[in-house]
């Protein structure tokens, strides 16, 4: 496929891919891959994105990401017949109209990111991909299929990264690489002048072997970890060197980082931050502990030595993959401390930190 307008001043010409993939945290993430491999078969194609403002921060450090084009659905279907609404509607359709694409690729499935990929504009030999069919513990949407003029079969059984990987890759004609990366960049790889990094040592965690973030906060009651077992944790970290720090996003996920920190030795509950600070953040730790939410998922895209924990049997999908100093972690009701501190430890021998 070829755009026949826009070309690089080495006459090669420019390819413009619209990626829809507007949420969640995690979902996010887990696109982020094929973005890496299209760059890397198509150097000179143009990516953009569009997402839900509130994720925003983070496409902005998807390496090759060229536009991000934030919306508000969820915002705006609350009241989508205020004058505000609307004209905040005008105003994201102006934007995302400015450009023609030669693909628009919704790696969502939904209505909402069918709606998106149906008012992106295109060039006249522009076609439009989705997915042909829903896969396991994913959601899909029939006017997504619809909106397809090129709907494409996906295996049932695909892990969310791998989904959105296959789908480009048939989408845009090239074999899916085998090396994989998320391109997810963080502080100074950024080239931020300005650094959204908070000095962890400074705030109360002085661990000599670096600082452990322990990920409590999840979406879903049920995928949370017990509170005993955070507090043992924490404890098996501090008597073996490391700090501990708390993240929150919510009242009551600060409640349970102040418990948790209450037993511990060397802990601190970091301010609530911007996902832009929070990931710049997290990119200093000595490595992650944390249940299925997309901070651990952020977690894995920044190649942080991590343990991800979950209450049920679904991190073939979501877990972290191909990473010898990163695993996932299954038991129910839930893992026990003694088998995380096992995965920790092996993690860290992967890692070359143990």
Known sequence: MRSNQTQHASSQPVLKILIVKLSSLGDVVHAMPAVQDILQAMPHAQVDWVVERGFAPLVQRCAGVHRVIECELRRWRKSPFSPLTRQAWQAFKTELQRESYDAVI???????????????????QGKRYGLANRTEGSSFEAPARWVAQVPIQVPVHTAAVARSRL?????????????????????????DAHSN??????AGASGRRGTVALVHGTSRAD????????QALGQKLNASGFAVALPHGSDSEQRTAQAIASGLSDAVVWPRLGLDALTDTLATCAGVIGVDSGLSHIAVALDLPHVQLYNFDTAWRTGPLLSAHQCSL??????????????????????GRA
């Open 223 to 230: 995928k949370e970890w017990p509170l005993a077992s955070w």
């Open 197 to 202: 990094t908070i000095a962890v040592s400074s």
């Open 106 to 124: 919704d790696l969502q499935g939904l209505s909402k990111s069918a709606l998106v990929a149906w008012l992106a504009q295109l060039t006249p």
């Open 330 to 351: 299954y038991a129910q009701p839930a893992p026990s401390v003694d088998a995380v501190w096992r995965a920790w430890q092996a993690v860290l021998r992967a890692a």
């Open 167 to 191: 789908l480009c890759a048939h989408a845009l004609g090239y074999a899916v690489p085998e090396f994989m990366a998320f391109g997810l960049l963080a502080g100074m790889e950024q080239g």
